[in-house]
Nanobody, 121 residues
Protein backbone atom coordinates (compact mmCIF):
# COMPACT_ATOMS: atom_id res chain seq x y z
CA UNK A 1 0.00 0.00 0.00
CA UNK A 2 1.46 3.32 -1.12
CA UNK A 3 0.20 6.69 0.05
CA UNK A 4 1.02 10.21 -1.04
CA UNK A 5 0.11 12.82 1.55
CA UNK A 6 0.09 16.44 0.49
CA UNK A 7 0.11 19.58 2.59
CA UNK A 8 0.65 23.29 2.26
CA UNK A 9 -2.27 24.51 0.18
CA UNK A 10 -4.40 27.46 1.15
CA UNK A 11 -5.55 30.95 0.32
CA UNK A 12 -3.02 33.60 -0.64
CA UNK A 13 -3.13 37.01 -2.27
CA UNK A 14 -1.72 37.57 -5.72
CA UNK A 15 2.03 38.02 -5.54
CA UNK A 16 2.30 35.83 -2.48
CA UNK A 17 3.98 32.48 -1.94
CA UNK A 18 3.05 28.98 -0.86
CA UNK A 19 5.06 25.83 -0.35
CA UNK A 20 3.50 22.45 -1.04
CA UNK A 21 4.85 19.21 0.36
CA UNK A 22 4.14 15.62 -0.55
CA UNK A 23 5.43 12.62 1.36
CA UNK A 24 5.31 9.10 -0.01
CA UNK A 25 4.95 6.19 2.36
CA UNK A 26 4.39 2.47 2.17
CA UNK A 27 6.19 -0.48 0.67
CA UNK A 28 8.25 1.16 -2.06
CA UNK A 29 11.31 -0.23 -3.78
CA UNK A 30 12.35 3.01 -5.41
CA UNK A 31 10.84 6.25 -6.64
CA UNK A 32 11.68 7.11 -10.22
CA UNK A 33 10.15 10.57 -10.31
CA UNK A 34 7.79 12.78 -8.36
CA UNK A 35 5.85 15.75 -9.54
CA UNK A 36 2.99 18.16 -9.18
CA UNK A 37 -0.05 18.49 -11.40
CA UNK A 38 -2.97 20.85 -11.09
CA UNK A 39 -6.56 20.97 -12.19
CA UNK A 40 -8.55 24.17 -12.33
CA UNK A 41 -12.38 24.10 -12.47
CA UNK A 42 -13.56 23.09 -15.91
CA UNK A 43 -10.05 22.31 -17.13
CA UNK A 44 -7.96 19.22 -17.63
CA UNK A 45 -5.28 18.19 -15.20
CA UNK A 46 -1.91 19.53 -16.29
CA UNK A 47 1.70 19.07 -15.32
CA UNK A 48 3.21 21.84 -13.22
CA UNK A 49 6.65 20.38 -12.56
CA UNK A 50 8.39 17.11 -11.94
CA UNK A 51 11.76 15.89 -10.75
CA UNK A 52 13.60 12.62 -11.18
CA UNK A 53 15.52 10.76 -8.50
CA UNK A 54 18.66 12.19 -10.06
CA UNK A 55 17.41 15.73 -9.68
CA UNK A 56 16.49 16.51 -13.27
CA UNK A 57 13.58 18.94 -13.31
CA UNK A 58 10.91 19.79 -15.83
CA UNK A 59 8.53 22.75 -15.63
CA UNK A 60 5.43 23.86 -17.43
CA UNK A 61 5.87 27.20 -19.18
CA UNK A 62 3.42 28.75 -16.73
CA UNK A 63 5.58 27.66 -13.77
CA UNK A 64 9.02 28.41 -15.16
CA UNK A 65 10.76 31.15 -13.22
CA UNK A 66 8.14 31.34 -10.47
CA UNK A 67 7.94 27.79 -9.09
CA UNK A 68 10.74 25.57 -7.84
CA UNK A 69 10.43 21.83 -7.37
CA UNK A 70 12.80 20.01 -5.06
CA UNK A 71 13.06 16.61 -3.52
CA UNK A 72 14.41 14.95 -0.40
CA UNK A 73 15.17 11.39 -1.48
CA UNK A 74 15.90 10.28 2.08
CA UNK A 75 12.39 11.30 3.12
CA UNK A 76 10.64 10.35 -0.13
CA UNK A 77 9.26 13.87 -0.15
CA UNK A 78 8.80 16.40 -2.92
CA UNK A 79 8.27 20.13 -2.47
CA UNK A 80 6.89 22.85 -4.69
CA UNK A 81 7.83 26.39 -3.78
CA UNK A 82 5.43 28.74 -5.53
CA UNK A 83 6.29 32.43 -5.70
CA UNK A 84 4.66 35.38 -7.43
CA UNK A 85 1.35 33.56 -7.43
CA UNK A 86 -1.37 34.69 -9.81
CA UNK A 87 -5.14 34.18 -9.71
CA UNK A 88 -4.79 31.81 -12.67
CA UNK A 89 -2.71 29.51 -10.45
CA UNK A 90 -5.89 28.71 -8.52
CA UNK A 91 -6.47 24.97 -8.76
CA UNK A 92 -6.35 21.69 -6.92
CA UNK A 93 -2.73 20.57 -6.87
CA UNK A 94 -2.02 16.84 -7.00
CA UNK A 95 1.17 15.07 -6.12
CA UNK A 96 2.27 12.26 -8.42
CA UNK A 97 4.89 9.58 -7.95
CA UNK A 98 6.17 7.08 -10.46
CA UNK A 99 7.73 4.24 -8.57
CA UNK A 100 8.80 0.63 -8.45
CA UNK A 101 7.28 -1.81 -5.98
CA UNK A 102 9.34 -4.65 -4.48
CA UNK A 103 9.54 -7.54 -6.90
CA UNK A 104 7.92 -5.66 -9.79
CA UNK A 105 9.52 -4.98 -13.16
CA UNK A 106 6.88 -2.39 -14.01
CA UNK A 107 6.60 1.11 -12.64
CA UNK A 108 3.36 2.45 -11.23
CA UNK A 109 1.77 5.86 -10.96
CA UNK A 110 0.29 7.01 -7.68
CA UNK A 111 -1.64 10.17 -6.88
CA UNK A 112 -2.25 12.18 -3.77
CA UNK A 113 -5.69 13.33 -2.72
CA UNK A 114 -5.08 16.91 -3.83
CA UNK A 115 -4.64 20.18 -2.01
CA UNK A 116 -6.47 23.39 -2.83
CA UNK A 117 -4.60 26.53 -3.77
CA UNK A 118 -6.62 29.71 -4.12
CA UNK A 119 -5.00 32.96 -5.22
CA UNK A 120 -7.09 36.07 -4.74
CA UNK A 121 -6.65 39.18 -6.85
Amino acid sequence: QVQLVESGGGLVQAGGSLRLSCAASGTIFSIIAMGWYRQAPGKQRELVADITSGGRTNYADSAEGRFTISRDNAKDTVYLQMNSLKPEDTAVYYCNARLLLPGSVYDYNYWGQGTHVTVSS
